[in-house]
């Protein structure tokens, strides 16, 4: 009773905002807290596969982008976290500045319009920070060999050529036009959000500055091309060196990077956390880790609902069976731990909206593993907590959109009265 309880007065307060299920109802959208998907609130858990445009540029490997969709759909996700990046190397999707491979691009196509078939919600992100696919580091080379004076792969963040370079990037995969289904990347609902950069850091600024200057900049960018869609900055929720009350919540490095700050820009939409106690705790016991991370994710959620105002997605979040002494058993309870945050949040019409686990693959891809593999037609325990876990994030929508239905029909009812009694 106090969940349909909180549910019926989140919806009381939407409709009083005057919310209407309209042809843009088709994109996921944001009011206040909440993301907003045909009238409703949205919640979803999700997956990362960065691996999706890759697999797709060969025609002949197609199959696994698909079943990942569909098991993906089955399982409860609804969410995927992907690359629309590949900057010079192997398979390039941009193998020089402005210049495009198109069976890399039509890979991508592909993925979208297989997403839009089981009805995943796609967020794509737009360049690495690290070196793997090309990066800031391919970005910056570019620039070096046209002539350019750089000091640093950090250079991505202030060089004038190297900004253009991204710029050009962000228009032409906005502007792409699917040759699957004939829409504008712009405009296709599919796409919930776009990501500016996977994890920026700048260690040669720790102040901050450098990179809240320039997801300002590329944030009105992105903005000023399509106002559709959701933005997002790619962060991983580690606090800047001034706030000192919240240092204590940090790992103990600096990034360059702050999540109040950052989020706090107007052109993004909401706030992203990614989680990896194993990887910046490798000392600390396995039960001080999960502790830390409830710390982490209560605290994120907290200071997005009541500072930011702005939903936040757990983004990242995973544990590698690779490490020494790991076992099922762990990964479960981390899982549990990042669901349980979620869950709690959103049965109060909180500002955490879902997470997804780092990372989906499908059968046969034994290459690409790398200890942090889930694949979902394996019946571990894993598999069963995520089946688990996002029917019932998803039931919390369900309710949601049956209440709303609810509302509208006796909105419905009142006006036809009321029309009546006019006659």
Same mark, same amino acid.
């Given at each position: #009773?106090?969940?349909?309880? /909180?549910? %019926?007065? $989140?919806?009381l307060l939407l409709q009083g905002n005057n919310l209407r !299920? +309209?042809?843009? *109802? &088709?994109f996921v959208t944001t009011t206040g807290v909440q993301l907003m998907f045909r009238g409703s609130p949205f919640y979803g858990n999700g997956f990362n596969a960065y691996w999706l445009m890759y697999m797709a540029s060969d025609p002949s490997q197609r199959s696994k982008v698909s079943l990942a969709f569909q098991e993906a759909r089955q399982h409860g996700l609804r969410i995927g976290r992907t690359w629309a990046f590949r900057d010079g190397g192997d398979r390039a999707l941009q193998y020089s500045p402005g210049s495009y491979n198109e069976q890399v691009f039509q890979g991508l196509d592909f993925v979208i319009s297989e997403a839009e078939k089981h009805r995943i919600k796609l967020i794509l992100s737009l360049v690495n920070n690290y070196d793997a696919y090309g990066g800031k580091k391919q970005y !910056?080379?570019?620039? =070096?060999? =046209?002539g350019q004076s750089i000091r640093s792969d950090d250079d991505f963040f202030t060089n004038s050529v190297v900004k253009g370079y991204y710029k050009n990037h962000v228009k032409t995969v906005l502007t792409r036009r699917n040759t699957f289904t004939g829409v504008l990347y712009k405009d296709d609902p599919t796409i919930m959000a776009w990501e500016l950069m996977n994890e920026p850091r700048c260690q040669s600024d720790q102040s901050g500055k450098t990179i809240q200057a320039w997801i300002t900049e590329m944030a009105s960018h992105v903005k000023s091309i399509d106002g559709k869609h959701l933005l997002e900055a790619g962060l991983e929720g580690f606090y800047d060196q001034s706030s000192s009350q919240k240092q204590e919540n940090n790992p103990s490095f600096l990034v360059g990077t702050d999540f109040i700050a950052n989020n706090q820009i107007p052109g993004i939409d909401f706030a992203t956390v990614h989680s990896y106690p194993e990887s910046w705790f490798p000392g600390f016991s396995f039960q001080r880790q999960i502790e830390f991370l409830n710390n982490w994710l209560n605290n994120h959620t907290q200071d997005a609902q009541n500072i930011l105002h702005k939903p936040v997605l757990f983004a990242e979040f995973g544990k590698s069976l690779r490490t020494p002494g790991s076992s099922l058993k762990q990964r479960d309870e981390l899982f549990r731990t990042v669901y349980s945050a979620t869950y709690s949040s959103a049965s109060r019409s909180g500002a955490a909206v879902g997470g997804l686990f780092w990372q989906l693959?499908? +059968? @046969? #891809? *034994?290459? %690409?593993?790398? @200890?942090?593999? !889930?694949?979902?037609?394996e019946i571990t325990s894993t598999v069963k907590l995520i089946n688990y876990e996002s029917k019932k994030l998803n039931h919390? =929508?369900? #309710?949601? @959109? &049956? $209440?709303? =239905? @609810?509302? +509208?029909? /006796?909105?419905q009812r009142a006006g036809n009265s009321s029309s009546n009694s006019g006659d």
């Open positions: #009773m106090k969940l349909w309880s /909180a549910l %019926f007065c $989140t919806l !299920v +309209e042809a843009d *109802d &088709r !910056v080379n570019w620039a =070096r060999e =046209r693959f499908t +059968e @046969g #891809m *034994d290459s %690409f593993h790398d @200890g942090y593999e !889930v694949i979902l037609s919390i =929508r369900s #309710m949601h @959109g &049956r $209440t709303a =239905r @609810g509302i +509208e029909r /006796a909105q």
